[in-house]
Nanobody, 118 residues
Framework: VQLVESGGGLVQPGGSLRLSCAAS????????MSWYRQAPGKERELVAA????????NYADSVKGRFTISRDNTKNTVYLQMNSLKPEDTAVYYC????????????WGQGTQVTVSS
């Protein structure tokens, strides 16, 4: 199983980034996909989630209206479009795959650094 994030980097306040997470080794279309983030000295927090077939998404209050999660089940990839970035969005962003079947599965990527600074 692999979750490989990409697209992080340094961006100025007000800028945009698009994170991608390429999945392999499991049936991507059956999993809820999420993005979490962890800032220095803080706990990991849920940023956004999208169900297995797409549709209704869920966002942290702090990113609503600025971030958009999406997925392409034909490419086994989940995305996080981040607009109007703020310094407080600085964190390591992690991709997560979760299946709540009879035997639950929970996978994590290695993370990608996002730094918002002028």
């Amino acid at each position: 199983v692999q979750l490989v994030e990409s697209g992080g980097g340094l961006v100025q306040p007000g800028g945009s980034l698009r994170l991608s997470c390429a999945a392999s080794g499991f049936t991507f279309s059956r999993y809820v996909m999420s993005w979490y983030r962890q800032a220095p000295g803080k706990e990991r927090e849920l940023v956004a989630a999208i169900p297995s077939a797409g549709g209704s998404t869920n966002y942290a209050d702090s990113v609503k209206g600025r971030f958009t999660i999406s997925r392409d089940n034909t490419k086994n990839t989940v995305y996080l479009q981040m607009n109007s970035l703020k310094p407080e969005d600085t964190a390591v962003y992690y991709c997560n795959a979760k299946w709540v079947g009879v035997i639950p599965r929970n996978y994590w990527g290695q993370g990608t650094q996002v730094t918002v600074s002028s």
